[in-house]
């Protein structure tokens, strides 16, 4: 006979430290703000910073100048917080060096864009936002030759579009991207 104190695997609540953790690994060299795991995982900061200790005490995790990153490998296959089709895929101006638009464009709060973070993965530079009310997620993607753009809801229930949010934040990268040529 069990016990009604004993929740099946499948039905307990995920450990906020493994969302830290999974948000962390999702990626190969991805750094990630306090700021941005807070907003994206919806965690108190009190709660966070007892996580994000915990995990540094374990040496899972370091604390950099721009944020966190694990010590842990990344699973296997890079996996984006920003999946499925860009919503915008164009080229980069000639002269533009995407490392230097990423060490410009990383940190960079735009109107209700605030910065999550940043990862090194195998196909590019992947840069994080989340609009001010949490409805949507922005990844920016540079390459050598091109920017691509992702949006998507944060949650299923979102009605609106993430279309809008993808357009807005490349109109606003695009306006830096002349300065950083002359620049690079």
Known sequence: MSSPDIISFETRPVDDQDL????????SDATYTFQ???????LHQEKLTRIL???????LVA?????YRTLKQPRKGDHHLVEGEPVIRGQLPPGIDSRVALERIKGRWFKNFR???YS????GLSLYWITEDNKFEVRVQLSPIEILVWSQAT???ESGSPVGSAYE???RISRMLPELGENS
Do not use: P, Q
């Open 20 to 27: 830290v953790m999974e948000m962390l690994s999702a990626e």
């Open 36 to 42: 941005g795991l807070k907003r994206r995982l919806g």
């Open 53 to 59: 200790r915990r995990l540094e005490d374990d040496n």
């Open 63 to 67: 604390k950099t100048k721009e944020g």
């Open 115 to 117: 910065w999550i973070g």
């Open 120 to 123: 090194n993965a195998s196909d």
């Open 155 to 157: 949650n299923t229930t």
């Open 169 to 171: 934040l490349f109109d």
